[in-house]
Structures are given as C-alpha cells and as structure tokens.
C-alpha cells in the first residue's frame, strides 16, 4: 500500500484547503485512514480517523473527512483556516476499522503535503 497526499498549499487566514490521500496497491474498505499534522516546533498530532464510511475522530468542527471509494481517495476538509493551522498534513493507514488510529500504531504512511495559513 502506498499513500500519497495532495493538496497543500498557501491560503489566506479564514480560507479552505481540501486534501486528498490516494492510496495504491490495495483498496482502502480494510484500512483506517488517519490524517496527522505536524507544525514547526511541535509534536505530530492527529487530526482525523475514518473508516468504514465514518468519521470516527476529528480534532475540531472546522475538519470533516470524507471518502471517494471509486478513486481510493480520503479527502480532508480544512475550513477557516488560521494560522495555527500551519503545518505538514499527513495520512496514515492502518489495517482495520473503527477508531483504530494512533500515531505509533500506523502501517503505512505518506509523505504528507504542507499547508501554510497566511495573510
């Protein structure tokens, strides 16, 4: 399996970003998908994990994650954005359902796409 994040980029304080995570190799209907994020300076904390076509941890209303099974793809959601919200975004997957996802637990992980949140 392998994991590749897109959609990261430079937007305006109040501004939305949506990323995706495509996977490859193996349908994602047996993994959780996490979303991590890592800002400069600071521990890497999760975001999101769904599975089974449910959301089953987001870190705040502003998140929501969703899935396009057709394109093996989990999007994440980022809206009013602030620039606390700067940092590298990563996916994960862990073989399993329900909310499974732990930043040591994961078993595959992408290269993560950087979302910066500047005025």
């Known amino acids: 399996l392998q994991l590749e994040e897109s959609g990261g980029g430079l937007v305006h304080p109040g501004g939305s970003l949506r990323l995706a995570c495509t996977a490859s190799?193996?349908?994602?209907?047996?993994?959780?998908i996490g979303w991590f994020r890592q800002a400069p300076g600071r521990g890497r904390e999760m975001v999101s994990c769904?599975?089974?076509?449910t959301a089953h941890f987001s870190l705040n209303s502003r998140f929501t994650t969703s899935i396009r099974k057709a394109w093996n793809t989990v999007y994440l959601q980022l809206n009013s954005l602030n620039p606390e919200d700067t940092a590298m975004y990563y996916c994960?997957?862990?073989?399993?359902?329900?909310?499974?996802?732990?930043?040591?637990?994961?078993?595959?992980w992408g290269k993560g796409t950087l979302v910066t949140v500047s005025s």
């Open positions: 769904f599975s089974d076509g």
């Open positions: 994960a997957a862990r073989a399993g359902s329900g909310n499974i996802c732990r930043e040591g637990g994961m078993d595959y």
């Open positions: 190799g193996v349908s994602l209907d047996y993994y959780a």
